[in-house]
T-cell receptor, first 113, second 115 residues
Framework: DQQVKQNSPSLSVQEGRISILNCDYT??????FLWYKKYPAEGPTFLIS?????DKNEDGRFTVFLNKSAKHLSLHIVPSQPGDSAVYFC????????????FGKGTLLTVNP | NAGVTQTPKFRILKIGQSMTLQCTQD?????MYWYRQDPGMGLKLIYY???????DKGEVPNGYNVSRSTTEDFPLRLELAAPSQTSVYFC??????????????FGPGTRLTVL
Protein backbone atom coordinates (compact mmCIF):
# COMPACT_ATOMS: atom_id res chain seq x y z
CA ASP A 1 0.00 0.00 0.00
CA GLN A 2 1.47 3.30 -1.11
CA GLN A 3 1.90 5.53 1.94
CA VAL A 4 3.39 8.39 -0.05
CA LYS A 5 1.58 9.28 -3.25
CA GLN A 6 2.59 11.46 -6.15
CA ASN A 7 -0.47 11.48 -8.37
CA SER A 8 0.99 13.47 -11.26
CA PRO A 9 3.38 11.34 -13.33
CA SER A 10 4.58 14.37 -15.26
CA LEU A 11 4.58 18.16 -15.30
CA SER A 12 5.70 20.57 -18.01
CA VAL A 13 6.44 24.26 -17.36
CA GLN A 14 8.09 27.15 -19.15
CA GLU A 15 11.49 28.40 -18.11
CA GLY A 16 11.20 31.19 -15.56
CA ARG A 17 7.77 30.11 -14.33
CA ILE A 18 6.91 28.33 -11.10
CA SER A 19 6.92 24.53 -10.87
CA ILE A 20 4.70 22.97 -8.20
CA LEU A 21 5.11 19.28 -7.46
CA ASN A 22 2.64 17.65 -5.12
CA CYS A 23 2.79 14.77 -2.68
CA ASP A 24 0.12 13.26 -0.43
CA TYR A 25 0.64 10.85 2.43
CA THR A 26 -1.63 8.55 4.37
CA UNK A 27 0.32 7.87 7.57
CA UNK A 28 -0.30 10.60 10.13
CA UNK A 29 2.73 9.33 12.10
CA UNK A 30 5.13 10.66 9.47
CA UNK A 31 7.05 13.55 10.97
CA UNK A 32 9.72 14.18 8.38
CA PHE A 33 9.69 14.42 4.61
CA LEU A 34 12.35 14.55 1.95
CA TRP A 35 12.50 15.42 -1.74
CA TYR A 36 15.00 13.73 -4.00
CA LYS A 37 15.83 14.65 -7.57
CA LYS A 38 16.91 12.12 -10.17
CA TYR A 39 18.46 12.64 -13.58
CA PRO A 40 18.44 9.81 -16.16
CA ALA A 41 21.15 7.18 -15.61
CA GLU A 42 22.06 8.67 -12.23
CA GLY A 43 21.10 7.91 -8.65
CA PRO A 44 18.71 10.16 -6.74
CA THR A 45 20.23 13.15 -4.95
CA PHE A 46 18.82 14.83 -1.87
CA LEU A 47 17.16 18.17 -2.56
CA ILE A 48 15.34 19.47 0.51
CA SER A 49 13.56 18.21 3.61
CA UNK A 50 10.99 19.40 6.12
CA UNK A 51 10.13 18.43 9.66
CA UNK A 52 6.51 18.27 10.74
CA UNK A 53 7.12 21.01 13.31
CA UNK A 54 7.45 23.42 10.39
CA ASP A 55 5.08 24.29 7.60
CA LYS A 56 7.69 25.70 5.25
CA ASN A 57 11.35 25.20 4.45
CA GLU A 58 13.24 27.20 1.87
CA ASP A 59 16.57 26.64 0.15
CA GLY A 60 17.33 29.04 -2.67
CA ARG A 61 14.88 28.48 -5.50
CA PHE A 62 13.32 25.48 -3.75
CA THR A 63 10.61 25.70 -1.10
CA VAL A 64 8.68 22.85 0.46
CA PHE A 65 5.32 23.48 2.08
CA LEU A 66 3.68 21.08 4.51
CA ASN A 67 -0.04 20.98 5.31
CA LYS A 68 -0.42 18.42 8.07
CA SER A 69 -4.19 18.64 8.32
CA ALA A 70 -4.49 17.78 4.63
CA LYS A 71 -1.57 15.31 4.74
CA HIS A 72 -0.13 17.14 1.78
CA LEU A 73 3.21 18.62 0.85
CA SER A 74 4.38 20.48 -2.18
CA LEU A 75 7.70 21.46 -3.69
CA HIS A 76 7.87 24.87 -5.37
CA ILE A 77 10.68 25.75 -7.76
CA VAL A 78 10.94 29.43 -8.62
CA PRO A 79 12.10 30.33 -11.18
CA SER A 80 12.24 27.03 -13.04
CA GLN A 81 15.29 26.36 -15.17
CA PRO A 82 15.89 23.77 -17.92
CA GLY A 83 18.45 22.08 -15.67
CA ASP A 84 15.64 21.34 -13.21
CA SER A 85 14.21 18.83 -15.68
CA ALA A 86 14.35 15.55 -13.76
CA VAL A 87 12.21 13.09 -11.82
CA TYR A 88 11.32 14.31 -8.33
CA PHE A 89 10.57 11.84 -5.56
CA CYS A 90 8.83 12.56 -2.31
CA UNK A 91 9.88 10.30 0.59
CA UNK A 92 9.24 9.78 4.29
CA UNK A 93 10.98 7.67 6.95
CA UNK A 94 9.11 4.68 8.32
CA UNK A 95 10.07 5.33 11.92
CA UNK A 96 12.18 7.61 14.08
CA UNK A 97 15.30 7.12 12.04
CA UNK A 98 15.96 7.81 8.43
CA UNK A 99 16.82 4.40 7.25
CA UNK A 100 13.55 2.92 6.08
CA UNK A 101 12.46 5.47 3.54
CA UNK A 102 9.23 4.98 1.62
CA PHE A 103 9.12 6.75 -1.72
CA GLY A 104 6.40 8.05 -3.98
CA LYS A 105 6.40 7.00 -7.63
CA GLY A 106 7.94 10.26 -8.75
CA THR A 107 6.96 13.16 -11.01
CA LEU A 108 8.84 13.89 -14.21
CA LEU A 109 9.36 17.63 -14.49
CA THR A 110 10.19 19.09 -17.89
CA VAL A 111 11.20 22.74 -18.04
CA ASN A 112 10.97 24.08 -21.57
CA PRO A 113 13.32 26.89 -22.70
CA ASN B 1 35.70 11.26 -2.55
CA ALA B 2 34.09 8.97 -5.10
CA GLY B 3 30.98 8.67 -2.90
CA VAL B 4 28.94 5.53 -3.59
CA THR B 5 30.11 3.39 -6.50
CA GLN B 6 28.27 0.45 -8.03
CA THR B 7 29.38 -2.23 -10.47
CA PRO B 8 28.40 -3.33 -13.01
CA LYS B 9 26.39 -0.55 -14.69
CA PHE B 10 24.46 -3.00 -16.85
CA ARG B 11 23.96 -6.74 -16.82
CA ILE B 12 21.81 -9.28 -18.64
CA LEU B 13 21.16 -12.56 -16.86
CA LYS B 14 19.44 -15.72 -17.92
CA ILE B 15 16.70 -17.18 -15.73
CA GLY B 16 18.24 -19.24 -12.96
CA GLN B 17 21.65 -17.61 -13.07
CA SER B 18 23.10 -15.84 -10.06
CA MET B 19 25.18 -12.72 -9.65
CA THR B 20 26.49 -10.22 -7.14
CA LEU B 21 25.95 -6.49 -7.43
CA GLN B 22 28.83 -4.62 -5.87
CA CYS B 23 28.53 -1.44 -3.81
CA THR B 24 31.32 0.53 -2.15
CA GLN B 25 31.29 3.83 -0.31
CA ASP B 26 34.30 5.86 0.78
CA UNK B 27 32.51 8.26 3.16
CA UNK B 28 32.84 6.02 6.25
CA UNK B 29 29.07 5.83 6.56
CA UNK B 30 27.63 3.35 9.02
CA UNK B 31 24.32 2.78 7.24
CA MET B 32 23.98 1.26 3.80
CA TYR B 33 20.94 0.30 1.73
CA TRP B 34 19.84 -1.51 -1.38
CA TYR B 35 16.81 -0.33 -3.34
CA ARG B 36 15.18 -1.42 -6.54
CA GLN B 37 13.23 0.80 -8.89
CA ASP B 38 10.80 -0.73 -11.34
CA PRO B 39 9.53 1.32 -14.31
CA GLY B 40 7.05 4.00 -13.24
CA MET B 41 7.49 3.11 -9.60
CA GLY B 42 9.25 4.59 -6.61
CA LEU B 43 12.22 3.02 -4.93
CA LYS B 44 11.62 -0.04 -2.76
CA LEU B 45 14.02 -0.99 0.05
CA ILE B 46 15.43 -4.50 -0.34
CA TYR B 47 17.93 -4.76 2.52
CA TYR B 48 19.81 -2.40 4.77
CA UNK B 49 22.75 -2.53 7.15
CA UNK B 50 23.44 -0.43 10.25
CA UNK B 51 27.10 -1.42 10.44
CA UNK B 52 29.59 -4.14 9.61
CA UNK B 53 28.16 -7.55 10.44
CA UNK B 54 24.56 -6.31 10.85
CA UNK B 55 21.92 -6.52 8.13
CA ASP B 56 18.14 -6.55 8.06
CA LYS B 57 15.30 -6.95 5.57
CA GLY B 58 13.49 -4.11 3.91
CA GLU B 59 10.17 -4.15 2.04
CA VAL B 60 11.07 -6.58 -0.78
CA PRO B 61 13.88 -8.97 0.37
CA ASN B 62 12.72 -12.18 -1.30
CA GLY B 63 15.20 -13.56 -3.82
CA TYR B 64 18.13 -11.52 -2.48
CA ASN B 65 20.87 -11.85 0.09
CA VAL B 66 23.37 -9.38 1.51
CA SER B 67 26.47 -9.34 3.65
CA ARG B 68 28.43 -6.54 5.29
CA SER B 69 31.91 -7.62 6.29
CA THR B 70 33.42 -4.12 6.11
CA THR B 71 32.14 -0.56 6.56
CA GLU B 72 32.85 0.19 2.90
CA ASP B 73 31.25 -2.72 1.06
CA PHE B 74 27.67 -3.95 0.86
CA PRO B 75 27.21 -6.51 -1.93
CA LEU B 76 23.77 -7.72 -3.02
CA ARG B 77 23.47 -11.32 -4.12
CA LEU B 78 20.79 -12.58 -6.51
CA GLU B 79 20.28 -16.33 -6.44
CA LEU B 80 18.24 -18.04 -9.16
CA ALA B 81 17.45 -14.89 -11.13
CA ALA B 82 13.84 -14.46 -12.25
CA PRO B 83 12.26 -12.04 -14.78
CA SER B 84 10.55 -10.27 -11.86
CA GLN B 85 14.01 -9.14 -10.73
CA THR B 86 14.46 -7.07 -13.88
CA SER B 87 14.92 -3.60 -12.41
CA VAL B 88 17.36 -0.80 -11.67
CA TYR B 89 19.20 -1.36 -8.41
CA PHE B 90 20.49 1.51 -6.30
CA CYS B 91 22.86 1.32 -3.40
CA UNK B 92 22.89 4.16 -0.86
CA UNK B 93 24.62 5.11 2.36
CA UNK B 94 24.06 7.55 5.22
CA UNK B 95 26.31 8.75 8.05
CA UNK B 96 24.55 7.62 11.23
CA UNK B 97 20.93 6.69 10.97
CA UNK B 98 19.36 6.04 14.34
CA UNK B 99 18.06 9.17 16.03
CA UNK B 100 19.27 11.46 13.30
CA UNK B 101 17.80 12.77 10.11
CA UNK B 102 20.67 12.15 7.76
CA UNK B 103 20.13 12.14 4.06
CA UNK B 104 21.00 9.13 2.00
CA UNK B 105 23.62 9.28 -0.75
CA PHE B 106 22.92 7.13 -3.77
CA GLY B 107 25.11 5.37 -6.28
CA PRO B 108 24.47 5.61 -10.04
CA GLY B 109 22.58 2.33 -10.23
CA THR B 110 22.87 -1.07 -11.92
CA ARG B 111 20.40 -1.88 -14.69
CA LEU B 112 19.63 -5.59 -14.58
CA THR B 113 17.64 -7.52 -17.15
CA VAL B 114 16.66 -11.16 -16.61
CA LEU B 115 15.63 -13.04 -19.75
Amino acid sequence: DQQVKQNSPSLSVQEGRISILNCDYTNSMFDYFLWYKKYPAEGPTFLISISSIKDKNEDGRFTVFLNKSAKHLSLHIVPSQPGDSAVYFCAAPLGVSNYKLTFGKGTLLTVNP
Amino acid sequence: NAGVTQTPKFRILKIGQSMTLQCTQDMNHNYMYWYRQDPGMGLKLIYYSVGAGITDKGEVPNGYNVSRSTTEDFPLRLELAAPSQTSVYFCASSPQGAGRRDTQYFGPGTRLTVL
